[in-house]
Structure formats: structure tokens, C-alpha cells
């Protein structure tokens, strides 16, 4: 997968993340649908601006006909609700649901003939390190991103024989407004960028930006109780 010459759509580009996958995009020589829920929020020059809510049936049949001709989605659109599972508020956790995953599995479904019409190409699912833990505060999007990365794992098994490679990212804590009340360390978006699309050009299935994402992934064999025992080390340390 060559990203000059590509034709991308990048999901929630208005602004963190999606901007600057847009934006590098551009600079990498690809053609560029951007888009956000109020198209007129896209700041970037060189894109093509559209109108995207992933939670719209409508809204993403009516996107992937008008973009027939893309080779790589980057699925990024996202929101963070706040919500714990149990004592929070249910509402929020359908939302995060209802955006994450469902959004996510609507923007494959519609595009995965897409791609396969147009040589394959590739599709990535922005996930999180949160896909593998959870800490208060939390217990919706860590449900959420868990379920999104199992449709990415069963979504890059079901897209093989078509040939469109899909790719996992999971990071910690990006630089973005959605991190704004977190005090920890942040990477730059440009850094996400610049990982995920060598990776992608590396036929990579699963990206792990960060040292943080390193870590969480290397306590998945513990037990549970061994698993939080480390990750609140090292969140504390």
C-alpha cells in the first residue's frame, strides 16, 4: 500500500487526530475526502470537505457513493463520554457503542466493496491502548474500543481474500482536545501520523504507536488481577 497516489477518506478530520491525518495525507500525495459531522469546521486546503455523521445509515451510504473511488479509510471519528459500565450513565455508554463500534462496522461495511472494486487497498481502525485495559472513568470507551478492535480483527480475516490489508492503531494519550483534563504524557498527533502511515505502507496489521500501548499489550497474558496491578504501577509511576 503506497500512500502517494492514494485516494483516502479520514473519518472525524475537523480537528486532533483526524486533522492531522488529513493533513499529512495531503503532504504525502494523496487525494483527501475529509470529513466531520459540520463539514464547514475543515480548515485544511486540499481536501475535499464532506458531511459525515458514522452513527447516519444514511449520511454513510450517501458518502461512499460519493467517494467511489477511495483506496484507504481511516476510520478515526470518536467521542469520550466520561462513563463508567455500571454506575454510569447507560446513555453515554450506547453512545460510545453506537459511534466506535457500530459507526466503525457501517464505514467497513460500505466501503469494504469500495476498496475491493478499487485493487483492495487498506482500511485503519484508530483504536487505543484503553482497547486492552480500563481504568474509572473509562468502563464505556474501554468497552467500546474492546469491541472495536474485535471488529478490526475479524474485519482484516473477512477482507483478505480481496486483498484490503486492515490495520489496527492503538495508542495512549495523543496530544488532542479529547486528552485535554489528562495530566500524563502525550505524543504530538504528527507523531501518530507519521507511524501509522509507515506502518501502513509496511503492510503492518496492527501499529502500536507508543511506549504505553508496548506496555498494556505485554500484560495481556497476566491474570486480571496481575494486569491491573502493573497498569496502575505504572499510571502511578
Known sequence: MQI????ALVTGANRGLGREFARQLVERGATVYATARRPETIDLEGVVPLRLDITDAA???AVAERAGDVTLLVNNAGISTGADLVTGELELAHREMDTHFWGTAAMLRAFAPVL???????????????????????????A??????????????????????????????????????????????????DAVFDGVEADATEVLVDPW???????????????????AAALAG
Open 4 to 7: 502517494t497516489g492514494a485516494v
Open 59 to 61: 449520511q454513510v451510504r
Open 116 to 142: 475491493g472494486r478499487n485493487g483492495g487497498g487498506a482500511a485503519v481502525n484508530v483504536l487505543s491502548a484503553l482497547s486492552w485495559f480500563s481504568v474509572r472513568g473509562a468502563g464505556a470507551y474501554h
Open 144 to 193: 467500546a474500543k474492546a469491541a472495536e478492535w474485535a471488529l478490526t480483527n475479524s474485519a482484516r480475516l473477512e477482507l483478505a481474500d480481496q486483498g484490503t490489508l486492515v490495520t489496527a492503531v492503538h495508542l495512549g494519550a495523543a496530544d488532542t482536545d479529547i486528552t485535554r483534563d489528562f495530566d500524563g504524557p502525550k505524543i504530538s498527533p504528527r507523531e501518530v501520523a
Open 213 to 231: 500501548s508496548d506496555l498494556v499489550k505485554a500484560t495481556l497474558s497476566d491474570s486480571p488481577t496481575e494486569r491491573d496491578a502493573r497498569i
